[in-house]
């Protein structure tokens, strides 16, 4: 029998039954298939009409959406707009680019391969390299979300005068809930973002408006 060995273990036997080899398989999964906890629990329609479709997969649109909606990358935009203008403009259509870029990249990977980037690179790098990029990758996360927590708990203090450490605690327990809702269906999660969403929409339809009327009074 023949072995197929990658960092002194044992991924799979190369020999059948009837004692023929065979090639072994291009893909290996690293953890299982990815996402395995939520994999598939999203029913998509089939067969069905253009609007049912379309609102079955309006949710995982709502979520994405949700990034580009972000208090801190408006007020961004808002301030290099008051100070570049127009200026700007290629930045934008480049950073576009590259963000479909790495959408249309890490969707063929997930299509193609069936694991997502982190599973990717545990199956083709070694373990050292692994833990080097894992816990780089901790650091960006944190570096990204961090903004996101103090702007929760800051919201909170102003609010409702909650201190800036019960605020924080109660900004990360929020995410802990939305994290919780998963085991109850992810088609919740989704419902309760596309609300946000609207009611971000319906508040600046209405700021817009108001700021319109007192122009035009």
Same mark, same amino acid.
């Given at each position: 029998?023949?072995?197929?060995?990658?960092?002194?273990?044992?991924?799979?036997?190369?020999?059948?039954?009837?004692?023929?080899?065979?090639?072994?398989?291009?893909?290996?999964?690293?953890?299982?298939?990815?996402?395995?906890?939520?994999?598939?629990?999203?029913?998509?329609?089939?067969?069905?009409?253009?609007?049912?479709?379309?609102?079955? @997969?309006?949710?995982?649109?709502?979520?994405?959406?949700?990034?580009?909606?972000?208090?801190?990358?408006?007020?961004? !935009? *808002?301030?290099?707009?008051?100070?570049?203008? @127009?200026?700007?403009?290629?930045? $934008?259509?480049? !950073? !576009?680019?590259?963000?479909?870029?790495?959408?249309?990249?890490?969707?063929?990977?997930?299509?193609?391969?069936?694991?997502?980037?982190?599973?990717?690179?545990?199956?083709? /790098? !070694?373990?050292?390299?692994?833990?080097?990029?894992?816990?780089?990758?901790?650091?960006? $996360?944190?570096?990204?979300? $961090?903004?996101? =927590?103090?702007?929760?708990?800051?919201?909170? @203090?102003?609010?409702?005068? $909650?201190?800036?450490?019960?605020?924080?605690? *109660? /900004?990360?327990?929020?995410?802990?809930?939305?994290?919780?809702? /998963?085991?109850?269906?992810?088609?919740?999660?989704?419902?309760?973002? =596309?609300?946000? =969403?609207?009611?971000?929409?319906?508040?600046?339809?209405?700021?817009?408006?108001?700021?319109?009327?007192?122009?035009?009074?």
């Amino acid at each position: 029998m023949i072995f197929l060995k990658e960092g002194g273990n044992i991924l799979k036997d190369t020999t059948s039954q009837s004692g023929k080899e065979h090639k072994p398989r291009l893909i290996q999964h690293a953890n299982g298939p990815s996402l395995e906890e939520i994999n598939g629990t999203v029913e998509v329609p089939k067969g069905k009409g253009f609007w049912k479709t379309l609102f079955a @997969y309006s949710g995982p649109g709502a979520l994405v959406a949700v990034g580009y909606m972000d208090p801190g990358n408006w007020s961004t !935009s *808002i301030t290099g707009g008051q100070n570049f203008q @127009y200026l700007l403009m290629s930045v $934008i259509l480049m !950073s !576009s680019l590259i963000a479909m870029l790495l959408q249309y990249m890490a969707a063929k990977l997930g299509i193609v391969s069936q694991m997502d980037l982190a599973q990717a690179i545990r199956a083709r /790098t !070694s373990k050292k390299l692994g833990i080097i990029l894992w816990i780089l990758t901790e650091l960006a $996360i944190m570096a990204t979300d $961090i903004a996101e =927590v103090i702007g929760a708990s800051i919201a909170l @203090y102003l609010l409702f005068n $909650i201190p800036l450490v019960v605020a924080v605690f *109660i /900004t990360v327990f929020d995410v802990l809930i939305l994290l919780l809702l /998963t085991k109850v269906g992810f088609r919740k999660i989704e419902a309760i973002v =596309v609300c946000l =969403v609207f009611d971000r929409a319906l508040q600046d339809a209405k700021d817009n408006t108001n700021n319109t009327v007192k122009r035009v009074v």
